[in-house]
């Protein structure tokens, strides 16, 4: 049984930070609903680490990944702990490869509907927006500049596990996300909060069932003059009651689902 002084332990427990999950190309899927995601997507998963609990409660994931030919390691209940990034640790954690591509590789064949996230630096609220693309069926996630990277621990919980369905890519430049949108055909429609056509106005435009990419700025910012005014549209969600105004997860949810739904109204949905 593995410690958390094994050398593949100390390798893996290295994922959980940026630095280490850059220089070896991995990350960290922590948990059932996580682990059996990565075993049943076309990611590689290279090795499974599970402490003896945890052995007890999932003994038909273990074999899942036995078939699969993944490694499953056993490992102290002190190094599952190590492992973990949670609260309460499930003793359950899976070393990947990770899941980010090109960004003319997430945008190829016919995108529909694409997220960008500008700028966004909490990973709870990026695994959630990636999740929420998944659900609307979106094409793929794009992280601009500064945003928060995907295989985030946290990020990666709060995707559910969509960060194993969805393509995602990251890019440096604003510039390049939007020139490679409209080279696949894409409208890119900022979410602003001060803009002047609101998303009722806008579906009613007949417009909001095109293929589109929504761009989504930081909680605390939104997105800055510079990208609203580079993209081919801006609108805002209404607020009907006095709030003052959405947080991201939430306005991304009613804008992709916005799009997702009246693509399908019009009778496209391929």
């Not at 410690?3 to 940026?18: D, F, N, W």
């Not at 003319?104 to 500008?118: N, S």
């Not at 990277?149 to 890519?169: L, Q, T, Y």
Request: glycine share 10%; with cysteine.
């Amino acid at each position: 049984m593995f410690t958390h002084k094994t050398p593949r332990v100390a390798a893996a427990r290295r994922l959980t930070t940026r630095s280490g999950r850059s220089k070896a190309g991995r990350f960290l899927a922590e948990g059932a609903q996580a682990v059996g995601e990565a075993l049943a997507s076309a990611h590689r998963v290279h090795e499974l680490f599970v402490a003896p609990a945890a052995a007890q409660r999932n003994g038909t994931l273990l074999r899942r990944a036995r078939d699969g030919g993944v490694t499953v390691s056993m490992v102290t209940e002190r190094a599952g702990e190590l492992l973990s990034e949670t609260v309460t640790p499930q003793g359950l954690v899976a070393v990947c490869d990770s899941v980010d591509v090109p960004l003319p590789a997430a945008l190829a064949g016919q995108a529909h509907l694409v997220a960008v996230l500008v700028g966004v630096t909490d990973p709870g609220n990026a695994g959630t927006v990636v999740r929420t693309a998944d659900a609307a069926g979106a094409d793929a996630v794009v992280f601009l500049g500064d945003s928060v990277d995907v295989h985030n621990g946290k990020s990666v919980r709060a995707s559910a596990g969509s960060v194993f369905h969805v393509p995602i890519a990251r890019a440096e430049r604003l510039e390049d996300v939007l020139a490679a949108c409209r080279t696949a055909g894409l409208t890119t429609v900022a979410a602003d909060g001060k803009a002047q056509q609101d998303l009722v106005g806008y579906q009613r435009s007949a417009r909001l069932g095109r293929p589109t990419a929504w761009l989504f700025g930081s909680e605390a910012h939104g997105l800055d003059g510079h990208t609203v005014a580079a993209a081919d549209e801006a609108v805002r969600v209404p607020i009907y009651g006095g709030a003052e105004s959405l947080n991201l997860a939430s306005a991304a949810t009613v804008c992709l689902y916005s799009s997702a739904m009246a693509r399908r109204q019009e009778g496209r949905s391929d």
